[in-house]
């Protein structure tokens, strides 16, 4: 990763689906709401970087934010688990670490 001139951090490595993101509001301040509308548990959660959508990960039965994924083509996303500052890019499958947490 790398430091732009605003001082926010860039991935390296050729994904540019998380290049130029503007800052979201999570959908949620603490729950994958689609689990609890249908009663379920979720492990961990994650928030979508393009529209806020909070939903469980891929280690729940779930897979909210995946699905969500799936359904948008929303592409990067990052953790919301409280002091984890990681993001992943479904569309490139790759990691990147040294973000700000979101909570």
Wanted: glycine share 12%.
């Amino acid at each position: 990763m790398s430091e732009t001139e605003g001082g926010s951090v860039q991935p390296s490595g050729g994904c540019d689906h998380l290049v130029g993101l503007e800052p979201v509001t999570p959908s949620s301040p603490d729950s994958c709401t689609q689990c609890v509308e249908m009663g379920d548990r979720w492990v961990h959660l994650r928030v979508c970087l393009v529209c806020g959508h909070v939903g469980c990960c891929d280690s729940s039965k779930n897979k909210h934010a995946t699905r969500h994924f799936h359904e948008t083509g929303h592409a990067a996303m990052q953790s919301y688990e409280p002091g984890e500052g990681w993001r992943w890019c479904y569309v490139d499958e790759a990691l990147f670490k040294g973000f700000e947490p979101l909570r």
